[in-house]
């Protein structure tokens, strides 16, 4: 019998992947093996729930039983992918080895875990997926006061959800302005002041310290001395591609896993997607990419290898108070940011040296121009003449 193409992951890299490949090929084998309860939900919808009332199961989409069938694939839960082992083009669960064809590692990324001392570690909440979602929201249940780890976009997103969910706010970051490296300080400034005026406290220069119960609650002791009162913690300072499987097995990690422009390891017939892939030196650790990727991934496993490109990747940050859209500008691009505002309303463009525009971050009414910008803005990822990837030995290397 053919070895399956397998995925590692359910997550919206896995699922799109199964998804477009079976438009593509409705027959050769697929499985996909998860350790999470392989339910399919929309990730970003995540850090909506308390504005929008919806709990964990609201927010699943279908359950993994619905989910193969549509699929016509196999579907592992609650099962953790322990080893690969590439010379012998196959997977280990424990002692159990299972065979491919093609493998895709779509297993994302992990929270960031930041040391706090004291004797209320259980109470710091990562929430990453529907089943982190879903314990945060049982804990949440008859409590008020949500201390937040991180001013980042997800932190500041939770923010706003969690005060219009009639939660109390304080956010604890080291950064002197919110979302840095991501935003100039004028845009910061007027996403923070309307956070500020839904109720959000922000102690911006601090780190959490200790976490303790206390008679009224968590007692939370800031770096700089200070001491909050809160019933429960969101820690939200990052994420870290999974990388430890894949280093172990020989194949080529930097921040994320290493692929090539076709989403290729440094292994042939293992590919990366989503999180945890870094493609050709850009980890972007959102959901356009990842859509990008599954396009051209599927129409290699099917036999047409293809590069994936990036055009212009603007991020809707969904803090409603304010409303924000930004495009970053590249990594290591020089240029300067030319800033206009209006009390909320910022215009930030990015400009090259030459006074092309290579990013921007818009606040308020300016949001409205993203379409216009779009359109000026270079591609991320440009497009690469696909007649170099058609070399026949790469269109019938699954095969071998
Ligand atoms: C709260 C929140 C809000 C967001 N909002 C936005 C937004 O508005 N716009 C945007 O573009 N992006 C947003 N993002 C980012 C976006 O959601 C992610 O980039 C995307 O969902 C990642 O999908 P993935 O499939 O790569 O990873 P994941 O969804 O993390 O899936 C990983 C899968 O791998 C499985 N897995 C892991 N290890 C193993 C193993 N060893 N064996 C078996 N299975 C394993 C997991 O169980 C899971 O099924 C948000 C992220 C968060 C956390």
């Known amino acids: 019998m053919t070895a399956p193409i397998v995925i590692i992951g359910t997550g919206l890299a896995g699922y799109n992947l199964a998804r477009e490949l079976r438009k593509l090929d409705g027959q050769t084998p697929l499985l996909l093996i998860t350790s999470d309860d392989g339910r399919s939900y929309s990730k970003p919808l995540l ?83 529907l089943l982190d979602y879903a314990r945060f929201r049982a804990a949440a249940q008859g409590r008020r006061r949500v201390l937040i780890l991180g001013a980042g976009l997800i932190g500041c997103e939770f923010a706003n959800d969690l005060l219009t969910g009639g939660y109390q706010v304080d956010v604890v970051a080291p950064s002197t302005q919110i979302m840095p490296g991501l935003l100039p300080v004028e845009a910061a400034t007027a996403v923070q002041s309307g956070l500020q005026q839904l109720g959000a406290r922000f102690h911006l220069g601090p780190v959490l310290q200790r976490l303790d119960h206390a008679a009224d609650g968590l007692r939370a002791q800031l770096s700089d001395g200070q001491t909050l009162l809160c019933d429960l913690v969101v820690s939200a300072v990052g994420l870290r591609p999974r990388t430890e499987l894949a280093a172990e097995a020989g194949l080529q990690v930097a921040r994320g896993i290493v692929v090539d422009r076709r989403l290729q390891t440094s292994q042939p017939h293992i590919y990366a997607l989503g999180d945890c892939a870094e493609v050709d030196g850009l980890s972007l650790l959102y959901v356009m990419p990842l859509m990008s990727g599954v396009r051209a991934l599927a129409k290699t ?10 055009g212009p990747m603007p991020v809707t940050v969904k803090t409603p108070i304010c409303p924000l859209v930004v495009s970053p500008p590249p990594a290591g691009a020089s240029g300067s940011w030319t800033v206009e505002a209006q009390g909320q309303d910022v215009r930030a463009l990015y400009l090259g040296s030459s006074g092309q525009l290579l990013g921007y971050a818009l606040t308020g009414a300016a949001t409205q121009e993203r379409m216009a910008l779009n359109k000026q803005l270079p591609p991320v990822l440009a497009e690469l003449p696909q007649i170099l990837s058609l070399k ?8 071998s």
């Not at 026949?392 to 095969?399: A, G, K, N, T, V």
């Open 47 to 129: 850090s909506t729930g308390f504005a929008m009332g919806k709990d964990a199961d609201s927010l699943g989409q279908a359950t993994a039983g619905a989910m193969a069938e549509q699929l016509n694939a196999e579907i592992r839960t609650h099962t953790r992918v322990t080893r690969l082992d590439p010379a012998n083009r196959r997977v280990w669960i424990g002692n159990e080895p299972v065979p491919y064809r093609d493998l895709v590692l779509a297993w994302g990324a992990q929270p960031i875990r930041v040391p706090v001392e004291g004797d209320a570690q259980e109470a710091i909440f990562p929430i990453n997926d």
């Open 392 to 399: 026949s030995s790469d269109r019938l290397s699954h095969e």
């Open 301 to 310: 496993l099917c036999g047409n290898p293809t590069f994936v490109s990036y």
